[in-house]
């Protein structure tokens, strides 16, 4: 079976990127389109006209939009991303240095999101309809209809204004410290996990709450197991496919909540990359965040359905 | 006597109010005898057979009466204790076998587990060695192969027969069968029903064999009770109940059975009616407005009235002859055009 998953995610990822150059050439067309531009941007509010031309012909951005389509392109298949319109830098640099508090934040956020939400949802499933299941679905509620920036802001009143325990805002690198780097993330991970956890705790609750009442956990019942071996060998094991799904998806939930949460913790991750690239205009940095973007969430995906395959002999390739 | 049900009654909360599924229903078991509990959907006979390993809870249902197994009262054990009786003294197969098999791990794995987890003496090897031994004994053909597969692998008397190898695996004293065949076609069934009793035969297990279908109880039973309405309403030997059924609605019910031989396009005899709603069932006979011979008696509940020493009817007038039934049953109709 092993190889077999390999040959399966081979033949996956081959088949992502279409997707993922046919969303490249949507957000250059979609950048192309809307109005205005770097030039505008860099040649400040004071420039003329005529200077704001000469800045755009020297980025290249009056030539046309197959043309600049293309040599992009062509810089992507030999790894060059090309230079960012503001940044000193190049856009691969830019992206390579803002990655690592991202992908800290979000894997940080997830595994808090995931260590609430799958043993909740399968108490919440368990015991269905009582008292506990009505709790747990309040927070679910809760978790969806309060959006991650508001449980930040909260979290910084409570733990840094009040408490003092985390700084407020900020992030310490990884080579200063694991340690440092991970406290200077609670905060903006709980306020990210927890919507998280709200949206995975739900498909949780309700395939859980399924496998509880199905035949075959009667049956198992009816074989004298334990409560535990049944609701971990059993129930767990028999109903995780959903929230494994659940899982994956929500990593793309994850990199919208991202963007916020990185701006009110001031962390200087992807997110922020993206909103000020926005605002300037720095097609060439928004083309690579973008790219970077979708080819993580194509990925993420194959990796959700080779996990899912593991877990369900029913899945076959 | 292995088993001993007194005055069981269980009702279920439902929006419509309390639904009194099971009343005052007393059944005893001896040892190695196979008892069918006939009924229709809705008689309560589930209901038993899950009241009496305690998997009916009292969150889901108002239980009474006792339950005695073995001389212990069981149903008085709390569910940690109780655990201990399931899979090896007592132990279940249900209707839907690939249901009630988990989809997302081998049947060899389920059956180890089972054997592992009750006896923790038992080494991997000899563990592997009686689960081969036990698909053999419920005759499933290549064992070791079979071992691995998953339930959706299996055909439906494959998983059935798995179920059988699963439920008979720490040999229980009583099985109790929840429509064991119904999922099955034809061949299939008549291939299962002879491996209980062979079953029964070879390792002395008791069997309670719940049933909608007569034919199934004629096939495999000692005894007969069949219940109506959350009661029994006849109980005797199966060569009996079956032969010379004595409560009009037994009667009918073999009325209402397609013949062999019988006329194509032929109307089966339908009971006229519907079974009374259990949510306020009839002060008297329960079977009184759908009974062809009723009377101003059957106003007031009949007892289970002793007929002969192994015979019960719960009926003021135990009728004796077929034939008095098939007239008020069958009332002839010109058969329609055949639909096919």
């Known amino acids: ?317 | 006597m292995l088993l001993q049900v007194q005055d069981l009654s269980i009702n279920y909360a439902s929006s419509a109010g309390r639904v009194h599924a099971v009343d005052n229903l007393s059944l005893s078991v001896g040892e190695g005898e196979i008892i069918a509990v006939v009924g229709e959907s809705g008689s309560g006979k589930s209901s038993v057979g899950l009241a009496i390993p305690g998997l009916i809870t009292a969150s889901i249902a108002t239980i009474s009466g006792s339950i005695w197994f073995k001389g212990e009262e069981i149903s008085r054990l709390p569910s940690h204790d109780l655990r201990k009786f399931r899979g090896k003294e007592i132990s279940m197969i249900f209707q839907n076998a690939r249901a009630a098999l988990n989809p997302v791990r081998t049947v060899g794995d389920q059956l180890l587990e089972t054997l592992q987890t009750r006896d923790k003496d038992l080494s991997a090897s000899r563990a592997r060695a009686r689960a081969l031994e036990l698909f053999e004994l419920v005759g499933i053909s290549d064992p070791i192969t079979r071992l691995g597969a998953y339930p959706h692998q299996l055909s439906g008397g494959m998983c059935q027969r798995v179920m059988i190898a699963l439920a008979v695996s720490l040999d229980p004293s009583l099985l109790i069968a929840d429509e064991p065949t119904s999922a099955l076609d034809v061949t299939v069934k008549v291939q299962i029903l002879q491996l209980l009793k062979r079953l029964t035969a070879q390792i002395g297990t008791s069997i309670i064999i719940i049933t909608h279908d007569l034919n199934v109880a004629r096939a495999l039973a000692d005894r007969v009770a069949v219940m109506y309405a959350g009661q029994i309403v006849e109980l005797g030997p199966a060569v009996d109940v079956l032969k010379t059924p004595k409560m009009p609605y037994t009667q009918a019910l073999f009325q209402s059975l397609p013949r062999l031989g019988g006329e194509r396009g032929e109307q089966l005899a339908a009971i006229p009616g519907q079974p009374p709603n259990l949510t306020a069932p009839p002060q008297g006979c329960r079977f009184a407005d759908r009974c062809p011979h009723a009377a101003n008696i059957c106003q007031s509940a009949p007892e289970l009235f002793g007929i002969t020493d192994s015979r019960k009817a719960r009926c003021f007038f135990p009728h004796d002859s077929l034939l008095r039934a098939q007239t008020s049953f069958n009332q002839p109709e010109e058969p329609k055009a055949a639909i096919s």
Do not use: C
């Not at chain 1, 408490?163 to 080579?175: C, K, Q, S």
């Not at chain 1, 709450?209 to 059993?234: N, P, Q, W, Y």
């Open chain 1, 1 to 317: 079976m092993g190889s077999n998953i390999f040959a399966y995610s081979i033949r996956r990822i081959v088949a992502g990127v279409p997707v993922v150059l046919i969303v490249v050439f949507l957000t250059f067309a979609l950048t192309y389109l809307t109005p205005g531009d770097a030039a505008v941007y860099l040649a400040g509010d004071d420039a003329t006209p005529e200077q704001v031309q000469e800045v755009r012909s020297s980025l290249g951005l009056d030539r046309p939009f197959l043309e600049q389509f293309l040599t992009w392109l062509v810089g992507l298949f030999s790894g060059n991303l090309g230079n960012s319109l503001v940044l000193p830098q190049t856009v691969g640099e830019a992206l390579l240095i803002r990655a690592e508090p991202t992908i800290m934040l979000a894997l940080f956020a997830q595994v808090i999101a995931v260590a609430l939400a799958v043993p909740l949802g399968v108490l919440a499933g368990k015991f269905y309809g009582g008292r506990f299941d009505r709790a747990v679905n309040v927070f679910a509620v809760a978790g969806i209809a309060v959006p991650p920036f508001v449980v930040g802001i909260g979290l910084i009143l409570l733990l840094s204004v009040v408490l003092a325990l985390f700084p407020a805002t900020g992030y310490v690198r990884l080579e200063d410290g694991l340690l440092g780097s991970l406290g200077s993330l609670v905060m903006p991970a709980i306020a990210l996990g927890l919507a998280q956890a709200a949206f995975i705790v739900r498909i949780t609750r309700s395939t859980m709450k399924e496998v509880f009442s199905s035949d075959f956990i009667l049956a198992a019942t009816m074989r004298g197991f334990s409560e535990k071996r049944i609701v971990l060998k059993h129930v767990v094991r028999a109903g995780i496919g959903p929230t494994i799904s659940a899982i994956g998806v929500s990593f793309a939930t994850l990199i919208n909540g991202a963007i916020v949460v990185e701006i009110v913790f001031n962390i200087p991750g992807l997110g922020r990359l993206l909103t000020s690239a926005v605002e300037s205009r720095d097609v060439p940095i928004l083309q690579g965040l973008l790219l970077v973007i979708t080819v993580a969430y194509v990925l993420l995906n194959i990796l959700t359905d080779v996990v899912q395959a593991a877990v369900n002999p029913k899945v076959s390739f």
